[in-house]
């Protein structure tokens, strides 16, 4: 695993849940703010030229295999461990090692360990998030808000997969059952039908310096 010495908070939920629109409003507070982060997104490509990249957009049936997915979910994930710097103040990120055992939650004979051991040996060297900001939302304005793309649905976008990775997620979160993210600290953020991106945006924020106190003494600098 790669060292850090930085704290490393994270954003999780299922698709569609607004995650990258968090991310992006934290990122603008915080170049607002001149202070020194690191973007850490370990299931985004960086090389979109790669060839494992470029058959994996290409071919859709790809796209639905499994073991195919974990390849090259791991080849990102050893990328992004590789590229960022872990030595700052603060890493922020778009999904983290949590989504990888929640994609494949209990997928092996209902089995959690076999899950841990899988994702564990696939993607050794990504750290774990010191912090989650979980966006917690209810399906129905979940479903709107991916219907409102129009986009054809994702294999991770459907709502049997929906349930089934917010199943994983409650567990994982409430169960504290995966030893390698023991300490992760979780953060709840609700949705509600009247929640505004800004809203949601704030309280984030408002955690964020409570957790990493050095961001409020570079503020003040």
């Known amino acids: 695993m790669i060292p850090k010495t930085g704290t490393y908070v994270c954003i999780e939920g299922l698709d569609g849940a607004g995650k990258s629109t968090l991310l992006q409003a934290l990122v603008e ?9 690191s973007i850490a997104c370990p299931t985004k490509p960086i090389r979109t030229d790669s060839l494992i990249e470029r058959v994996f957009s290409r071919f859709a049936f790809l796209r639905k295999a499994s073991l195919f997915r974990a390849c090259v979910y791991a080849l990102r994930s050893k990328q992004v461990a590789k590229n960022t710097n872990w030595n700052v103040p603060l890493i922020l990120g778009d999904r983290s090692i949590v989504t990888s055992y929640v994609t494949r939650w209990r997928r092996w004979w209902n089995s959690a ?16 998030p010191d912090h989650i900001f979980y966006i917690d939302l209810p399906e129905y304005i979940l ?28 567990e994982i979160c409430n169960t504290k059952i995966i030893p390698r993210i023991h300490s992760t600290k979780w953060h709840k953020l609700e949705i509600t039908a009247n929640s505004s991106p800004e809203e949601v945006a704030n309280e984030a924020w408002k955690i964020l310096l409570h957790l990493v106190p050095t961001l409020c003494v570079e503020m003040s600098l």
């Open 143 to 170: 479903r709107e808000r991916l219907n409102m793309r129009g986009q054809p649905l994702d294999i991770d976008e459907t709502v049997q997969r929906s349930r089934e990775m917010r199943r994983a997620y409650d």
């Open 29 to 37: 507070r915080l170049e607002k703010q001149h202070i020194l982060f």
């Open 113 to 128: 360990r076999l899950t841990i051991r899988f994702v564990d040996y696939c993607e050794p060297f990504i750290p774990v």
